[in-house]
């Protein structure tokens, strides 16, 4: 029976399958339908499972049951899987995992549930797992690996190579071999291809890059991408503060983060948090709730200022129709450039030798712009309401509102991220109030000047 169907999606009779077996108990049926299937087909399978039917599905498939499947479902699935399994299952599923898997799976369980699990496991692996998990959260430490392969630069080609050969220890999966010193710190790498290539006698030390891209255990996980994106890395060794080897990162680590910090932006800056779309009704109506009693907060801010020409709204209905042209049109023009500053200041492409040029462009590109639209909005008012004046009017404040929406969708961004506040988390509100605030004010105050 086939997992997917043409579009690439869960096949629904699989999936009716799997959970007539779930619903009947028959772990036989079950893993005949999963046990020898991807790891991502099984975390598509949980997501579409029933809540009840997850942990279900786990118990059912017992040693089938690869939990390497969890580092790829929401975190709201891993965590009520995690939940309602019993600890000691838990401990024997993370057991047989790379490092960087386990730490993943427990790095959010609760201090006393991860506790019991660690001491259910070998003294060994419950070291580095513990070390592992004693650095910050999402830190280079808790994405690396610490199974890799370090020798010592006096070793030859051929001994390396029996060395890997007879090693049971060796990670799954693995491009580069990192050169050590006598106090474990990274010297040089040797990747496999040039390795295979040198006749046995050869020192490792005549072949290896010197060049040791490292990176610290308590970098940041975006950093540490931001690394592995300037200098084209496969891997990176990983060192501790006094630079001793302690791990290695791997670009399939580094793409996940890259995947995670991008979602982060995009949520942050429609202001739902961490939301994921397994989130139960209450869970996100609660993260909602918040920006949006702030957007409104902001709104009653910008009606505040309309009640300020209440008198010259009552004599001109004509600029009630036009009002929301000048806004609708600022708040667009500032998402734009603060959607390009939020990106540009995330990838450190924004930084202080730039800041002045890009300000001065979207600056020009607001001019520009509101000026382009002033002729265009002008004439259809002015046209419409047989008004020339008005049509001034409203001319003159696409002008000044695209004008500002440029200054601020660079200004608020910035200046949120200088007092060490997630830009792309606060900027859409505090925009959006200005630009409608700017709008309203100019057209409404103008209009009271020239036509009252």
């Given at each position: 029976m086939a997992v997917r169907d043409a579009d690439g999606e869960i096949a629904a009779p699989?999936?009716?399958?799997?959970?007539?077996?779930v619903e009947a108990g028959d772990g036989a049926a079950l893993r005949a339908l999963c046990a020898d299937r991807h790891e991502i087909d099984i975390a598509d399978i949980l997501e579409m499972l029933d809540q009840d039917e997850r942990p279900l599905f786990v118990a059912l498939l017992g040693e089938d049951f690869d939990y390497a499947v969890l580092t790829e479902v929401d975190d709201t699935v891993r965590?009520?899987?995690?939940?309602?399994?019993?600890?000691?299952?838990?401990?024997?599923?993370?057991?047989?995992?790379?490092?960087d898997d386990a730490v993943y799976i427990l790095e959010d369980l609760e201090a006393e549930d991860q506790a019991e699990i660690l001491a259910r496991m070998p003294a060994v692996e419950r070291a580095v797992l513990r070390r592992s998990l004693d650095f910050p959260e999402d830190s280079a430490g808790r994405r690396m690996q610490t199974d890799l392969i370090a020798v010592p630069p006096f070793w030859t080609v051929g001994r390396?190579?029996?060395?890997?050969?007879?090693?049971?220890?060796?990670?799954?999966?693995?491009?580069?071999?990192?050169?050590?010193?006598?106090q474990f710190k990274p010297v040089g790498t040797v990747a496999l291809n040039r390795l295979l290539r040198t006749k046995r006698p050869i020192p490792i030390e005549t072949i290896m890059d010197p060049d040791v891209q490292s990176i610290r255990a308590d970098l940041d996980q975006e950093e540490a991408a931001r690394?592995?994106?300037?200098?084209?890395?496969?891997?990176a060794a990983v060192v501790d503060d006094h630079d001793r080897l302690v791990g290695v990162l791997m670009f399939d680590d580094i793409v996940d983060v890259i995947q995670e910090e991008a979602e982060e932006d995009i949520r942050g800056l429609a202001g739902v948090g961490d939301e994921e779309i397994s989130d139960t009704v209450a869970y996100t109506a609660r993260s909602r709730f918040t920006w949006l009693f702030v957007n409104l907060a902001t709104a009653i801010l910008a009606s505040g200022v309309i009640a300020l020409f209440d008198a010259t709204l009552q004599q001109m209905v004509a600029l009630a129709i036009l009002m929301p042209i000048v806004a609708s049109m600022g708040g667009n023009a500032g998402t734009q450039t603060m959607t390009v500053a939020v990106r540009s200041l995330a990838t450190r492409e924004l930084a202080g030798y730039n800041i002045r040029r890009f300000a001065t462009r979207e600056?020009?590109?607001g001019l520009i712009n509101g000026v382009l639209f002033a002729v265009i909005i002008g004439v259809v008012a002015a046209t419409w309401f047989t008004n020339v004046q008005l049509g001034a009017v409203i001319a003159a404040?696409?002008?000044?509102?695209?004008?500002c929406a440029g200054l601020f969708g660079i200004a608020?961004?910035?200046?949120?991220?200088?007092?060490?506040?997630?830009?792309?988390?606060?900027?859409?509100?505090?925009?959006t109030t200005v630009t409608d605030v700017v709008g309203f004010f100019a057209f409404l105050g103008l209009a009271t000047v020239l036509l009252m």
């Amino acid at each position: 029976m086939a997992v997917r169907d043409a579009d690439g999606e869960i096949a629904a009779p699989f999936l009716q399958a799997v959970s007539e077996a779930v619903e009947a108990g028959d772990g036989a049926a079950l893993r005949a339908l999963c046990a020898d299937r991807h790891e991502i087909d099984i975390a598509d399978i949980l997501e579409m499972l029933d809540q009840d039917e997850r942990p279900l599905f786990v118990a059912l498939l017992g040693e089938d049951f690869d939990y390497a499947v969890l580092t790829e479902v929401d975190d709201t699935v891993r965590e009520q899987i995690i939940e309602a399994l019993p600890n000691e299952a838990v401990a024997e599923g993370v057991r047989d995992l790379e490092s960087d898997d386990a730490v993943y799976i427990l790095e959010d369980l609760e201090a006393e549930d991860q506790a019991e699990i660690l001491a259910r496991m070998p003294a060994v692996e419950r070291a580095v797992l513990r070390r592992s998990l004693d650095f910050p959260e999402d830190s280079a430490g808790r994405r690396m690996q610490t199974d890799l392969i370090a020798v010592p630069p006096f070793w030859t080609v051929g001994r390396t190579i029996d060395y890997m050969r007879e090693s049971e220890d060796l990670p799954d999966e693995f491009y580069e071999i990192i050169v050590v010193d006598e106090q474990f710190k990274p010297v040089g790498t040797v990747a496999l291809n040039r390795l295979l290539r040198t006749k046995r006698p050869i020192p490792i030390e005549t072949i290896m890059d010197p060049d040791v891209q490292s990176i610290r255990a308590d970098l940041d996980q975006e950093e540490a991408a931001r690394v592995f994106e300037r200098y084209n890395l496969v891997s990176a060794a990983v060192v501790d503060d006094h630079d001793r080897l302690v791990g290695v990162l791997m670009f399939d680590d580094i793409v996940d983060v890259i995947q995670e910090e991008a979602e982060e932006d995009i949520r942050g800056l429609a202001g739902v948090g961490d939301e994921e779309i397994s989130d139960t009704v209450a869970y996100t109506a609660r993260s909602r709730f918040t920006w949006l009693f702030v957007n409104l907060a902001t709104a009653i801010l910008a009606s505040g200022v309309i009640a300020l020409f209440d008198a010259t709204l009552q004599q001109m209905v004509a600029l009630a129709i036009l009002m929301p042209i000048v806004a609708s049109m600022g708040g667009n023009a500032g998402t734009q450039t603060m959607t390009v500053a939020v990106r540009s200041l995330a990838t450190r492409e924004l930084a202080g030798y730039n800041i002045r040029r890009f300000a001065t462009r979207e600056l020009m590109v607001g001019l520009i712009n509101g000026v382009l639209f002033a002729v265009i909005i002008g004439v259809v008012a002015a046209t419409w309401f047989t008004n020339v004046q008005l049509g001034a009017v409203i001319a003159a404040a696409m002008i000044v509102n695209l004008f500002c929406a440029g200054l601020f969708g660079i200004a608020i961004p910035v200046g949120l991220d200088k007092m060490g506040i997630d830009p792309a988390i606060a900027s859409t509100v505090f925009l959006t109030t200005v630009t409608d605030v700017v709008g309203f004010f100019a057209f409404l105050g103008l209009a009271t000047v020239l036509l009252m």
